[in-house]
């Protein structure tokens, strides 16, 4: 017993009802882990190594999932202001070439409020908004007008134009006489001034302008001419169908989720408007059909990145913290008899050892983000790549080393309970 350094006599004394008296049950969980700490304070340099080692790990495979996870944001904003994930449904069957019939379109519409509930509802679907062509005048006096293609839809219509706003906001679904001017009607009207809070007279009623759309010169979209980009003129679709008679769905334009297959969810809004027209081929559904399928392949390869690096990072830090609690098993093989001939079980051996590999990751864990933040912020400030550390990210780093601390340090735990009493004290 001579041997027992004098840290350890006291944490031992310390577990005890009476000095030098050991507890019946084992050590209680806060000795062990007061026997963790100690014995990782002992060993400074060798903590401080396998620290080391669990933070560059952190850093890397946190930095490089937030660079993955803001590029791979950026490509979804740049898809959508492209309008590559916009769907258009037309009343009228498409041609061989894919292209609409705008003969049949002039006609009576064929598409309803319930095709618009109907899409809605398909999964895959995030935003939707019907369209009702209104007129084709704007005019700020009798003497002052412009044509425009006017059309009333909701909130999100306006949203999923890839033009944005130059000016004033977006209008509510509940707002009366309001509406928004693309670039042209509002620079006829109203030259250089800001048209944002005058009146326009569009169908013979008098509406407010909120908000304004920028130029749309070298935007993309869906439109393919059948909606003039820089003459738009929006109305709010609930107070335009009640004060406008008899006004149609004439479009139907949605925007789709990326997680779902381009191919499948195209599928789904046929059968789906098929069914709601009780089997009549009587529409059309424009999509950008080779765009949607890049975009499909290109976020499948970004995520599919992200969980490869994950997997790899992880794999590797955990066998970094396996090797070195093996190698500390072997370095603390006599610490381990000590206290195995002083009356600690191989429950209690094996607790101890697993807390310090927990306590090495969590560690690791929280030194490893606050480094990782400063990477990415200096990343984001001195290079185009803008990374997105998010709550999220944060979270599944810790829990990970937590679970890779576990799971790594059970090996390590298992092989120090194991060894023999009598053997562990001979050993040098």
């Known amino acids: 017993m001579a041997d027992i350094n004098d840290g350890l006599r ?3 004394e310390q577990s005890a009802v009476e000095p030098g008296v050991v507890h019946r049950n084992g050590f209680s969980m806060v000795v062990q882990t007061q026997s963790a700490l100690l014995a990782l304070r002992q060993n400074g340099l060798r903590t401080i190594l396998t620290i080391s080692g669990i933070v560059i790990g952190v850093v890397a495979i946190t930095t490089l999932i937030a660079i993955l996870t803001g590029v791979k944001k950026q490509i979804n904003e740049q898809v959508d202001g492209l309008g590559a994930n916009l769907v258009m449904v037309v009343p009228s069957k498409l041609d061989d070439n894919g292209q609409p019939n705008f ?47 006017v059309v009333a839809t909701n909130r999100a219509g ?10 004033g906001r977006y209008f509510n679904d509940s707002e009366k006489k309001v509406c928004i001017l693309g ?41 393919g001419g059948m909606m003039p980009l820089s003459t738009l003129a929006y109305l709010p679709d609930r107070e335009a169908t009640k004060v406008v008679k008899g006004c149609e769905v004439n479009r139907i334009v949605l925007q789709t989720d990326y997680k779902h297959p381009a191919d499948n969810l195209i599928a789904t809004l046929n059968s789906t408007l098929l069914k709601s027209h009780h089997g009549n081929d009587d529409f059309g559904v424009i999509t950008q059909h080779k765009a949607l399928a890049m975009v499909d392949k290109l976020v499948n390869m970004v995520q599919s990145l992200l969980v490869l690096i994950a997997a790899i ?3 590797v830090a955990g066998i970094g913290i396996m090797n070195i609690m093996l190698v500390t098993v072997t370095e603390r093989t006599r ?9 600690a079980r191989r429950s209690d051996i094996f607790v101890q050892f697993l807390s310090e590999a927990v306590m ?9 983000l606050t480094l990782s933040a400063i990477v990415c912020a200096l990343i984001a400030r001195y290079s185009p790549l803008v990374p997105l550390l998010t709550p999220q990210l944060s ?34």
């Open 313 to 315: 990072s992880l794999f």
């Open 158 to 167: 306006v949203q999923m134009n890839p033009i944005p706003l130059a000016g």
């Open 103 to 149: 003969a049949a379109m002039a006609g009576i519409s064929t598409l309803t409020p319930a095709d618009v509930k109907a899409l809605g509802r398909v999964p895959g679907v995030t935003r939707i908004s019907p369209v009702y062509i209104i007129s084709g005048t704007v005019s700020r006096s009798k003497s002052l007008q412009t044509s425009a293609f």
């Open 183 to 223: 670039y042209q009607p509002a620079k006829d009207l109203f030259g250089g001034a800001d048209a944002v809070g005058k009146y326009v007279t569009i169908a013979g009623f008098q509406w407010k302008v909120v908000g304004v759309l920028a130029n749309p010169k070298g935007s993309g979209g869906l439109s």
């Open 10 to 12: 006291r944490t031992w």
């Open 335 to 343: 610490e381990i008899g000590v206290r195995k001939t002083v009356g």
């Open 395 to 428: 979270m599944f780093a810790v829990l990970t080393c937590c679970s890779v601390g576990v799971v790594f340090g059970v090996t390590p735990a298992i092989r120090a309970s194991r060894l023999n009493p009598i053997e562990a004290l001979r050993h040098e």
């Open 360 to 368: 090495l990751s969590i560690t690791g864990a929280v030194i490893g």
